[in-house]
């Protein structure tokens, strides 16, 4: 049995006891991608992900429609790659994910990101990956609720849980373990910053 939903806002809920394949509306993340390529952000972008919950792993995916039907691209991590194409809109295509279990309570979660995380950072790369995410997380809320909500408190910088990380901020070390956060004042005071080994997710932070 299928369960034909729409991606609206940051999550999509499913609530399916019986099945493991859920279709969504291919628009859905078509128009989130569209508010990304209309923005023309250098450094971010926006990545959709299911995740890692131990009813919720995927065991494959396709995009499909009346016409074609493509194998879905993601990671071990469940990050899904929605291309961006005016076809499968306009063929009002689906995005078929297959479960390994029932699927109840999953979700489809969507995030602002960095394009690619580095080891190095500068004054101005931080303050363009503020400036980027928050513009953009701003587009995402749309008419009037933008001009109401709070900036970002800062940049989230998340690491693997197995690691400890040497972080340098202006020559002052010090050792983080799975995440660092800095704020917007914090980055607006600083002129470098380091890291022993690159993040593996850079995200606002929203307070």
């Not at 400890?164 to 020559?171: L, M, Q």
């Amino acid at each position: 049995m299928y369960k034909k939903c729409l991606l609206a806002g940051l999550c999509l809920w499913t609530s399916m006891a019986h099945s493991a394949t859920i279709s969504l509306e291919y628009k859905g993340f078509y128009d989130r991608l569209k508010q990304v390529n209309k923005g023309g952000y250098q450094l971010v972008e926006v990545a959709f992900s299911v995740p890692m919950q131990s009813n919720c792993i995927i065991q494959s995916g396709t995009i499909s429609s009346e016409k074609t039907s493509t194998p879905l691209t993601y990671t071990s991590a469940q990050r899904l790659f929605i291309p961006f194409d005016d076809e499968l809109k306009d063929q009002r295509a689906l995005v078929n994910l297959n479960f390994a279990d029932s699927a109840e309570g999953c979700a489809i979660a969507m995030q602002v990101r960095a394009k690619r995380t580095l080891t190095e950072y500068d004054k101005a790369q931080l303050q363009q990956l503020v400036e980027e995410m928050d513009n953009l997380l701003g587009a995402m809320q749309g008419f009037p609720m933008r001009y109401f909500r709070a900036p970002i408190a800062g940049l989230n910088f998340e690491f693997s849980p197995e690691r400890d990380i040497s972080v340098s901020v202006d020559g002052r070390e010090q050792q983080v373990k799975s995440s660092f956060k800095l704020t917007t004042v914090e980055l607006g005071s600083l002129n470098s910053l380091r890291f022993s080994q690159p993040p593996t997710i850079l995200s606002p932070w929203v307070k």
